[in-house]
T-cell receptor, first 114, second 114 residues
Framework: AQSVTQLGSHVSVSEGALVLLRCNYS??????LFWYVQYPNQGLQLLLK??????LVKGINGFEAEFKKSETSFHLTKPSAHMSDAAEYFCAVSRSGGSEKLVFGKGTKLTVNP | DAGVTQSPTHLIKTRGQQVTLRCSPKSGHDTVSWYQQALGQGPQFIFQ???????QRGNFPDRFSGHQFPNYSSELNVNALLLGDSALYLC?????????????FGPGTRLLVL
């Protein structure tokens, strides 16, 4: 079975500071890993994904994540937070591609202070 | 290019009633997955439809059923509603071909059961 643990249900940063959202996964097969963002009263928007190949993945809005197999981690980072980054972020794992179910973490709510 | 659409946006029902939610996938996609997101939680996989058949199912009771039509749109039906069924119901569409990793989410239907 697959699972995702997101450390920290709430993270607060100052505008311009580094954003680090943590995600650890468990999977018996090589995982596909995703980060989605959810703004209030909206659906989920894909930020970035790792399937195979390069372990450092760049996404939209300046976010990136690094797949570390030895640590079973896929942490999300952004060098400089912007007020518009305030949202809830979900890490998800699947066995392969779009035909497989996504298993989500419980989410991390990011607050950006002026 | 229209993305994933869902209807209605909001719905209020009472315990014991039945509800039908609808989803139109992104143009060109053939696979529809449904997720339930309870307040403060990550989305949980309900089931997935491909070629008008249920292909995968999560840990949800038989009260939850679905259908996929020849045009790939889908419905989620919930019978004998319980208070605990109150949640945001998300539809995601994807393409069942190698290399198509991403599920694209609609804005969701918020169901309140009183």
């Amino acid at each position: 079975a697959q699972s995702v643990t997101q450390l920290g249900s709430h993270v607060s940063v100052s505008e311009g500071a580094l954003v680090l959202l943590r995600c650890n996964y468990s999977s018996s097969v090589p995982p596909y890993l995703f980060w989605y963002v959810q703004y209030p009263n909206q659906g989920l928007q894909l930020l970035l994904k790792y399937t195979t190949g390069a372990t450092l993945v760049k996404g939209i809005n300046g976010f990136e994540a690094e797949f570390k197999k030895s640590e079973t981690s896929f942490h999300l980072t952004k060098p400089s937070a912007h007020m518009s980054d305030a949202a809830e972020y979900f890490c998800a794992v699947s066995r392969s591609g779009g035909s497989e179910k996504l298993v989500f973490g419980k989410g991390t709510k990011l607050t950006v202070n002026p | 290019d229209a993305g994933v659409t869902q209807s209605p946006t909001h719905l209020i029902k009472t315990r014991g009633q039945q509800v039908t939610l609808r989803c139109s996938p992104k143009s060109g996609h053939d696979t529809v997955s449904w997720y339930q997101q309870a307040l403060g939680q990550g989305p949980q996989f309900i089931f997935q439809y491909y070629e008008e058949e249920e292909r995968q199912r999560g840990n949800f009771p038989d009260r939850f059923s679905g259908h996929q039509f020849p045009n790939y749109s889908s419905e989620l039906n919930v019978n004998a509603l319980l208070l605990g069924d109150s949640a945001l119901y998300l539809c995601a569409s994807s393409l069942t071909v190698a290399g198509a990793e991403t599920q694209y989410f609609g804005p969701g239907t918020r169901l309140l059961v009183l």
